[in-house]
């Protein structure tokens, strides 16, 4: 593969994003005073955002409507320098949008999630990329596709890693039922004990996890013989949060960056994660602009040390 050729790539969700933030706690059956802001959004699109912003190649594949939504993310995609050849623009649908209705403090109170469009990129949709996917040295895919599409994405032959991302703890139900392929789940613990927890999870054939648990930090688990045997890494201390929305993105793009620049080490991705989840929690934004290359520096110097 040449420099110039995407080393990541990010299947799943491209929406836009809009979100609705409560001026006092809710009132339920009543009109609630908001303020509303608006913008590219998705998970696998934020996850390439942020890899964007550290200055690393990545691809996106994905799907979004013939509509002004879906133009104007092709156009802040190509802003980024995102790689979108293989992004489908569906005829007569929709492209994808979710509404998050957030609490005064930034915690999220309900998320709706429209995926029309998304929903179209079935299994015979990934044979045209598969090629060059299989090149990369890592794919990330998203719990918003279809779990047949995550089905025979897995089931391709490749050479680097494949990851799967959680989404929400109704979408638990599109991970594929065999994991044996799968070189990473990142899910937060909620999403977790949706999916069946320890016991489930490993008999479906799941081998190593991160699971984030918000304030009290991330569990790092490897499948022994016979028990998942878990490393915590405590949450470091973010001075004020303003806003959650995007915080697992960030956190799985510094998961993907550390592992293309230190293969293997597992607990180095799991604290880079960290790190760039906890730039994004300051910000108000689901992807934080204060993203850049230079963070990528510390990496490569525990690599000389």
């Known amino acids: 593969m040449s420099a110039s050729e995407p080393n990541i790539w990010c299947l799943g969700g491209a929406v836009w994003d809009r979100k609705l933030r409560l001026e006092a ?3 339920l059956a009543s009109s609630n005073p908001v303020s509303e802001t608006s913008h ?5 699109r934020n996850v390439a955002h942020n890899l964007s912003l550290l200055g690393l190649p990545v691809a996106l594949l994905s799907a979004w409507g013939d509509d002004a939504a879906g133009a104007l993310l092709r156009m802040d995609c190509l802003r980024l320098g995102l790689d979108i050849d293989a992004v489908l623009t569906v005829p007569d649908t929709a492209t994808g949008a979710y509404t998050a209705v957030l609490e005064p403090n930034g915690e999220l109170h309900l998320g709706l999630a429209q995926l029309d469009a998304l929903n179209t990129l ?6 045209r990329t598969q090629p060059k996917r299989s090149q990369a040295a890592i794919q990330l895919a998203d719990l918003n596709l279809r779990r047949d599409t995550l089905e025979a994405w897995l089931a391709e032959e490749r050479q680097g890693l494949a990851v799967i991302l959680a989404v929400s703890e109704p979408k638990m139900a599109a991970l594929p039922e065999d994991l044996s392929r799968l070189d990473l789940l990142i899910a937060n ?4 004990w949706a999916a069946g927890g320890n ?4 008999r479906r054939g799941l081998r190593r996890a991160l699971v984030t648990q918000g304030a009290q930090g991330v569990r790092l688990g490897q ?6 045997q ?3 890494l405590p949450a470091p201390p973010t001075p004020q949060v303003a806003d959650v929305t995007g915080a697992g993105d960030a956190f799985s793009a510094g998961v993907l960056a550390a592992l293309l620049q230190r293969p293997g080490d597992w607990l180095a991705a799991a604290r880079f994660g960290q790190r760039l989840a906890q730039i994004c929690l300051q910000s108000p934004l689901s992807v934080a602009p204060e993203i850049h290359p230079a963070l ?4 490569e110097d525990r690599n000389e040390n």
Do not use: Y
Request: charged content about 15%; proline content about 11%; aromatic content about 12%.
């Open 25 to 27: 706690p809710p009132v």
């Open 40 to 44: 590219p959004g998705g998970v696998a």
């Open 122 to 127: 079935g299994p015979a949709k990934l044979t």
């Open 189 to 192: 613990s909620g999403e977790w």
């Open 199 to 202: 016991t489930e999870l490993a």
């Open 223 to 228: 499948w022994g013989e016979i028990q998942w």
């Open 230 to 232: 878990w490393q915590t």
């Open 296 to 299: 990528l520096n510390d990496l």
